[in-house]
T-cell receptor, first 108, second 114 residues
């Protein structure tokens, strides 16, 4: 059983807009949580790796946050671009089972 | 190598034939993973190697599927007597530090069973 739940399943936004993707995890104790981006037809690529002690981590226009109390993480994308269209997947430490993630479509 | 390399990139096979998919992980990465992804679906975990042993192969869908890893490096996923439902993209990933490390994925092998 997957140890994370992501929402929404899919999201459509206009180019230039911001969006936030959610990840609720159940694994405890927590070591690290990772966000991946998967373009259609390609393997997932790591965006961020967050440890238990980190609250926020940025990678360009991507900012991941972590609330260990509520076991929630979010991925915020700023000033979206057409190339951000992809699936975004969060995975918790030790869990080799990826969920389907959130399918983001950015439209012009 | 610089990245995870998978071969072939595409494979079309007839139903009932056996296929072998190959994965060359990043040099020095001790952990290796196989996943399967059907169109529009998430990644389905198949098997995990630490070195040459497979501590978790619970994701293999049937006894037609097997995998091995030799020399702590190259891995081969074998599907015997292929069925149409085996059609999918098969992705391999490797990591430096086992379950705690981040994965680097290959580009996958697109398998089509006709």
């Amino acid at each position: 059983k997957n140890q994370v739940e992501q929402s929404p399943q899919s999201l459509i936004i206009l180019e230039g807009k911001n969006c936030t993707l959610q990840c609720n995890y159940t694994v405890s104790p927590f070591s690290n949580l990772r966000w991946y981006k998967q373009d259609t037809g390609r393997g997932p690529v790591s965006l961020t790796i967050m440890t238990f002690s980190e609250n926020t981590k940025s990678n360009g226009r991507y900012t991941a946050t972590l609330d260990a109390d509520t076991k929630q993480s979010s991925l915020h994308i700023t000033a979206s671009q057409l190339s951000d269209s992809a699936s975004y997947i969060c995975v918790s430490r030790g869990d080799m089972r990826f969920g389907a993630g959130t399918r983001l479509t950015v439209k012009p | 190598g610089a990245g995870v390399s998978q071969s072939p990139s595409n494979k079309v096979t007839e139903k009932g034939k056996d296929v072998e998919l190959r994965c060359d992980p990043i040099s020095g990465h001790t952990a290796l993973y196989w996943y399967r992804q059907s169109l529009g679906q998430g990644l389905e975990f198949l098997i995990y190697f630490q070195g040459n042993s497979a501590p978790d192969k619970s994701g293999l869908p049937s006894d037609r599927f097997s995998a091995e890893r030799t020399g702590g490096s190259v891995s081969t996923l074998t599907i015997q007597r292929t069925q149409q439902e085996d059609s999918a993209v098969y992705l391999c990933a490797s990591s430096l530090a086992g379950l705690a490390g981040g994965y680097t994925f290959g580009s996958g092998t697109r398998l089509t069973v006709v």
